[in-house]
């Protein structure tokens, strides 16, 4: 790992923090808005969204849904930009689809899981990704499950374990290889330290490995592109950064790993706008923004003739400590570049500018 330049350094700026007055579990931005959203468990074990709007230096709550049940994860990767509805996972296993103007009745609602809904991620929405806009829950159960709005109550695709395999509780998921109307994974992340890679297209287990702690969060560094690189961080305070361009027969994807600290590393998420810089979340209640590096070869030929991967370096753009309590939550925000908004156990969210992007 190196260390960049002093004077090129981004800085990560806290720009807002909110107190809020329940436990966050996830942010995301409103897509081409000045908007965001909180979504969390209330004291009296029900569930919240709030809405935000940043204005100058202040956010100002537009808007307090309350739900039954606490809410733990959401996205807004399956629908249109003209719609925005929002698709949540909840602590009783129940996957609904909001329109935020009228977010009284789910326009959509299926009992995914018969446990909580720890992870969610869309695609075939927002100009991201080719083909059906589908939404895949990763669930306590031990199961992966991928769904079509269009389609009630049944998932297009459920990944379980084999008979006889115990199940696992499968804390993270997310969407890949979007690149036309056929080609799809998922990726999806579990207790045990395995990450398994389903292809869509041909319904099957593409690769599997495993990290030895647990997958905290997994991420392409882009949907809608051929695969391309996968981070996921671990209970350990480690991450991987897997090269996914090639695919060797006995030896799956060459990576790379970084110690980054002692807690856990909560997410990780990717630039929009350059799928090379990346940043972390931590249990410490730390930030730290990377830039991978590619091998001056991605590939190269082993004693057998057959194709392997070559990993890259990272190095470390920038860290910051904002909070004693874990960040959980992160999202890049898709219209503003270094825009970014976090979400940590401390009750607080903050929006933070990340600057001098355009000079790595």
Same mark, same amino acid.
């Given at each position: ?10 800085? +990560? ?5 909110q ?28 569930? !919240?969204?709030? !809405? ?9 709550? !537009?808007?307090?849904?309350e ?11 399956a629908? $249109? ?35 909580? *809904? ?18 895949v ?6 199961? +992966?499950?991928?769904? =079509? ?10 990944m379980?374990? @084999?008979?006889?395999? #115990? ?18 994974? @998922?990726c999806? /992340? ?15 287990l593409?690769?599997?490995?495993? *990290? ?11 949907? =809608? ?17 897997? =090269? ?11 990576s790379? #790993? ?5 807690s856990?590393? &909560?997410? @990780? ?28 070869q ?29 960040? $959980?939550?992160?999202? &890049? #925000?898709?219209?503003?570049? /270094? ?22």
């Amino acid at each position: 790992m190196s260390a960049v330049a002093g004077a090129e350094r981004p800085q +990560v700026v806290s720009h807002v923090q909110q107190a809020l007055s329940y436990t966050v579990f996830d942010c995301k931005w409103v897509p081409r808005s000045a908007r965001l959203l909180c979504l969390g468990s209330a004291a009296r074990g029900t569930g !919240l969204v709030q !809405l935000y709007e940043l204005r100058g230096a202040r956010l100002e709550l !537009l808007r307090e849904i309350e739900k039954p049940k606490p809410i733990k994860c959401g996205t807004f990767g399956a629908t $249109s930009l003209q719609q925005r509805y929002l698709a949540t996972g909840d602590f009783d296993g129940n996957l609904n689809i909001w329109n935020l103007e009228a977010p009284e009745i789910p326009v959509y609602s299926v009992k995914g899981h018969k446990e909580i *809904i720890n992870s969610i991620d869309g695609v075939g929405g927002l100009g991201i990704g080719e083909g059906a806009p589908e939404i895949v829950t990763g669930s306590r159960d031990g199961t +992966v499950k991928v769904w =079509d709005p269009r389609q009630k109550d049944t998932p297009v695709a459920n990944m379980e374990p @084999v008979q006889g395999e #115990s199940k696992r509780d499968c804390w993270t998921v997310a969407f890949g290889n979007a690149y036309n109307q056929e080609e799809r994974v @998922v990726c999806a /992340g579990y207790d045990n330290g395995d990450i398994k890679l389903f292809d869509l297209k041909t319904m099957s287990l593409r690769w599997e490995t495993n *990290i030895k702690n647990g997958v905290c969060s997994v991420e392409f560094d882009r949907k =809608d592109i051929n695969m391309n690189k996968l981070v996921a961080t671990s209970l350990e305070g480690k991450f991987h950064v897997f =090269d996914m361009r090639t695919q060797h027969p006995t030896k799956g994807f060459a990576s790379i #790993s970084e110690k980054v600290q002692k807690s856990t590393i &909560w997410q @990780v998420r990717h630039l929009p706008q350059n799928r090379d810089i990346f940043m972390t979340s931590g249990g410490s209640g730390s930030l730290h923004l990377w830039k991978y590096e590619y091998p001056a070869q991605r590939s190269k030929k082993d004693s057998e003739g057959s194709e392997m991967g070559v990993a890259g370096s990272v190095s470390l753009l920038q860290n910051v400590t904002l909070s004693t309590q874990p960040i $959980s939550s992160l999202d &890049w #925000s898709p219209d503003k570049k /270094g825009l970014c908004v976090c979400g940590a156990f401390d009750q607080t969210v903050r929006v933070l500018i990340v600057t001098k992007l355009n000079k790595i």
